[in-house]
């Protein structure tokens, strides 16, 4: 599906409206930009790679497919620069460009005779709050049983492995993670990557810079924000010239 860019007031409208959300919920509202021809009271129940994939497409869409990550060695804390590439990243992901991206019904497998759907965003939320990593993917494996056995904690933990492994092979965009290797150092490790987060930083990023031109331009012409962004990036940045900015 071809995506707009978005405008720069639009870019505005929802750094300010995903400000003080949750980055899960950021990630819906990113979501909800990228498809706006989509009911948005089901994104909280889509999996996870559907909407990693659409996050990755509008990333290409407002800044094109080349990502430069920053990344600290786990071992001996040096700073990386990793270069990615959005097309492979979707291709990793194993992506049908023929499908519409959009399943209201999660896929279903079934382990140790018990029914298991993948996780949505709403399944990550709920375990937000767990500090225990295991206890949170044990939490997790609880919701998504579609099954609801008795309580079974040890049960869930030893088909943790099983259960997450057949999540990767039909959701395999749920989780993206680098395989990463230091220079200085040698230490190779995977690492996860969180393609919400970087789109909303970046969102951030340009969205502050417009507001810091806005400002110089209204406090040097009293221009309003609807004039400004009426200019051609060009004469604007002509002016932003002649105001020493």
Same mark, same amino acid.
């Given at each position: 599906?071809?995506?707009?860019v978005p405008g720069e007031a639009e870019i505005l409208s929802l750094w300010e409206r995903g400000l003080a959300r949750h980055p899960i919920d !950021?990630?819906? @509202?990113?979501?909800?930009?990228?498809?706006?021809?989509?009911?948005? #009271?089901?994104? $909280?129940?889509?999996?996870?790679? &559907?909407?990693?994939?659409?996050? @990755?497409?509008l990333r290409e869409t407002c800044f094109g497919p080349r990502i430069i990550a920053c990344i600290d060695c786990k071992h001996c804390s040096t700073?990386?620069?990793?270069? %990615?590439? &959005? =097309?492979?990243?979707?291709?990793?992901?194993?992506?049908? /460009? &023929?499908?519409?991206?959009?399943?209201?019904?999660?896929?279903?497998?079934?382990?140790?005779? %018990? !029914?298991?759907?993948? $996780?949505?965003? !709403?399944? %990550?939320?709920?375990? #937000?709050?767990?500090r225990d990593i295991n206890a949170a993917a044990v939490k997790l494996l609880e919701r998504c049983c579609l099954d609801r056995p008795e309580k079974?904690?040890? =049960?869930?933990?030893?088909?943790?492995?099983?259960?997450?492994?057949?999540? /990767?092979? @039909?959701?395999?965009?749920?989780?993206?993670?680098?395989? @990463?290797?230091?220079?200085?150092?040698?230490?190779?490790?995977?690492?996860?990557?969180?393609?919400?987060?970087? %789109?909303?930083?970046?969102?951030?990023?340009?969205?502050?810079?417009?507001?810091?031109?806005?400002? #110089?331009?209204?406090?040097?012409? =009293?221009?309003?924000?609807? /004039?400004?962004?009426?200019?051609?990036?060009?004469? !604007?940045?002509?002016?932003?010239?002649?105001?020493?900015?």
């Open positions: 599906m071809h995506m707009q !950021r990630a819906l @509202l990113l979501y909800a930009w990228a498809r706006p021809d989509l009911p948005s #009271s089901s994104f $909280p129940d889509l999996p996870l790679g &559907t909407i990693n994939r659409a996050l @990755l497409r700073r990386m620069e990793v270069a %990615l590439d &959005t =097309g492979q990243l979707l291709a990793a992901t194993n992506e049908d /460009e &023929t499908s519409s991206d959009f399943k209201v019904s999660p896929a279903e497998f079934e382990v140790s005779n %018990l !029914r298991f759907r993948v $996780p949505c965003s !709403r399944d %990550l939320a709920a375990v #937000s709050g767990e079974m904690d040890e =049960g869930f933990a030893n088909m943790l492995s099983e259960v997450e492994a057949a999540m /990767e092979d @039909l959701d395999p965009a749920a989780e993206i993670n680098l395989s @990463l290797s230091c220079e200085d150092c040698g230490h190779s490790w995977l690492a996860d990557f969180n393609i919400g987060t970087l %789109l909303w930083d970046e969102i951030d990023v340009r969205a502050r810079a417009l507001l810091a031109e806005v400002h #110089s331009l209204a406090q040097a012409y =009293g221009w309003t924000e609807p /004039e400004i962004f009426a200019l051609s990036p060009q004469r !604007r940045a002509a002016y932003l010239d002649m105001v020493g900015v």
